[in-house]
């Protein structure tokens, strides 16, 4: 099993297939390797956090563990996000923290093969694709694939210890 999802990319580099949840925000549909993921949840009401950043939404109490639930759609400022019967929270397990990341809905697991992987291109000072592992393609859909390690442990998450991963 791959320690990371940055060496998730070199197994599949290597020949490797590679499982992603797919999820999608707004129009765009993104992907998180399968080995990260713990379970997934309908959206719940949760625990407001004072002077939380306003993408974490709060925390929630999940069997005994205290949950910091982000929404994705405010992270990546994909515009206000609604809650409905499709909103889920994907629930991840990341250097041994639980945190959940809401999403719009989910799709399903995709398989990708080295070859269907392309690595993300190069945006300048335009956007930030240090979170990006790179873009899957699978027939007609294009998946953007989410380092979720490096995400969560940025400077601005401040959730996961970078020595954690």
Same mark, same amino acid.
């Given at each position: 099993m791959a320690a990371?999802?940055?060496?998730?990319?070199?197994?599949a580099m290597s020949g490797e297939s590679l499982e992603f949840l797919s999820f999608t925000l707004g129009n765009e549909e993104y992907g998180v390797s399968i080995q990260k993921?713990? #379970?997934?949840? $309908?959206?719940? !009401?949760v625990t407001r956090i004072a002077n939380a950043p306003d993408f974490i939404k709060g925390v929630v109490n999940l069997r005994g563990i205290i949950v910091p639930i982000i929404d994705m759609r405010i992270k990546f400022n994909l515009g206000s996000p609604t809650y409905d019967q499709f909103t889920v929270v994907v629930i991840l397990n990341i250097g041994g923290r639980v945190v959940g990341m809401v999403v719009d809905?989910?799709?399903?697991?995709? !398989?990708?093969?080295? #070859?269907?992987?392309?690595?993300?291109? #190069?945006?300048? $000072?335009?956007?930030?694709?240090d979170y990006?592992? $790179?873009?899957?393609?699978?027939?007609?859909?294009?998946? /953007?694939?989410v380092d979720i390690d490096?995400?969560?442990?940025?400077?601005?998450?401040?959730? /996961?210890?970078?020595?954690a991963l």
């Open positions: 990371n999802s940055t060496q998730s990319v070199t197994d993921v713990q #379970e997934l949840r $309908g959206y719940d !009401t809905s989910v799709s399903d697991v995709i !398989t990708l093969t080295p #070859e269907q992987i392309k690595p993300a291109p #190069e945006m300048g $000072g335009a956007l930030a694709t990006l592992v $790179g873009l899957g393609t699978v027939d007609q859909r294009m998946l /953007i694939l490096k995400l969560m442990s940025s400077n601005e998450m401040g959730l /996961i210890e970078q020595h």
